[in-house]
């Protein structure tokens, strides 16, 4: 049969510090926004809380600006971001290597000065505005290549020339300029197309210009703004 346990006597050792703990205040609830401490009545932003101050200047926030004037500014940020881009990448590629990783950097770069650009909004146009200066960055960056076989091509084809011409009173130099301005030319109309070559030839590079373009694609989610509320914040009794 189980004693009865006996009453605390007066003197008794005090209640361990953690019981202690439980009738103590919780920690004042912060923003998510200033990360003032909210006093009584705050908003949820995608179950986060937001000051009353902050959930209007949000409002406003979204509500304010053009949708041209975003998309020329995310225009211009993403243009600027994949010439970066293209020069980091070209600049690899002239030591002879070829690293995946740059192209990923230049759909990376691109992609985020566009979301910047869009004031963070992100969407359908905001996608096909990334991958495609992500693709014109990659196209770019193998200009240089491209324009250096052009102009030997163009060269071979002006000693060939010249060659067959020694027989005849005449032989007029090779026009340096006009041979570059005719590989230029080439270059920038072939430019758009070298990625697919050099993917169907090279499948690592198809490998990182595809991850490349997803990289820019997904860094231009639409921005999923949950406002909930308002609510009060239960206050804990005083003992």
Known sequence: MTQPVPPRSADAAPLPSDRAGLTEAPPATKCTGCECAIQSVYYELN?????????????EA???????????????????????????YCGVGLTGIRIGFSAILSGWLVGTAVFMGSDSRGG?????????????????????????????????KAFHAA?????????????????????AVKTAGLAPVMPVAMGVDQ?????????????????????????????????????
Request: proline share 6%; net charge positive; aromatic share 10%.
């Open 203 to 239: 499948p690592l590079s198809a490998l990182s210009y595809g991850v490349a373009l997803f990289v820019a694609w997904f860094r231009n989610r639409k921005a999923k703004l949950n406002i909930a509320g308002p609510f009060k914040r239960l206050e804990t009794p005083a003992e």
């Open 47 to 59: 179950q986060r809380p937001l000051c009353p101050a902050c959930r209007e200047e949000l409002g």
């Open 163 to 183: 060659s067959h011409s020694l027989g005849s009173s005449q032989v007029e130099p090779p026009d340096v300029v006009a041979q570059a301005f005719v590989a």
């Open 124 to 156: 359908r146009g905001y996608h096909a505005l990334a991958v495609v200066l992500t693709y014109l960055s990659v196209s770019a960056s193998l200009s240089p290549e491209l324009f250096k076989a052009l102009k030997e091509r163009e060269d071979f």
């Open 62 to 88: 979204m509500k304010g600006g053009s949708k041209s004037s975003r998309f020329l500014t995310a225009t211009m940020s993403g243009f600027g971001a994949a010439i970066v881009g293209a020069l980091i």
